[in-house]
């Protein structure tokens, strides 16, 4: 599915159906290196190349989180805007699993599925999104995760 505008009408009925995949994005040893620095977390594993490749890993690996902070970029090209929205912002995570590694120079996407829309309060709705993020050429996933969102309209 294209990125779109619809009615609130319109997010309901998409309940239960994908929502589309996002553009590949590349993790580069640079996007690793600096996601270390801004989190303070430089693990060996994340960071030095040469220790990296003695490991299982056979060289470096980007942090769970930093795949996982990606989600925000991967949904602006795939979750539908509300006719009148005025905010979009994260509420939580419900489960989250890393299930395989990213390696530096991989390429990762998020496929979007619609578990679920409610209405929270007035104007306020709830989107539940049951979300993968693929490995290109790599049969088990980097992560999935059920992902909650809060739409004010």
Do not use: C
């Amino acid at each position: 599915m294209t990125k779109n505008t619809l009615s609130i009408e319109q997010l309901f009925e998409l309940q239960g159906k994908a929502l589309g995949s996002s553009d590949w994005i590349a993790i580069e040893q640079t996007m690793i290196n600096t996601f270390a620095d801004v989190t303070l977390d430089r693990q060996f594993i994340h960071v030095d190349e040469e220790a990296a490749r003695q490991t299982p890993f056979g060289g470096t690996i980007a942090h769970g989180f930093l795949t996982l902070s990606l989600l925000s970029a991967m949904a602006a090209q795939v979750i539908p805007t509300v006719q009148g929205q005025q905010s979009a912002v994260n509420y939580g995570i419900n489960n989250l699993r890393f299930i395989s590694p990213v390696h530096s120079g991989k390429r990762v996407r998020g496929h979007f599925h619609l578990k679920n829309v409610s209405e929270k309060n007035k104007g306020v709705y709830q989107l539940i999104m049951e979300v993968t993020i693929e490995i290109e050429n790599q049969a088990k996933p980097a992560l999935v995760t059920e992902w909650l969102t809060l739409v004010n309209v």
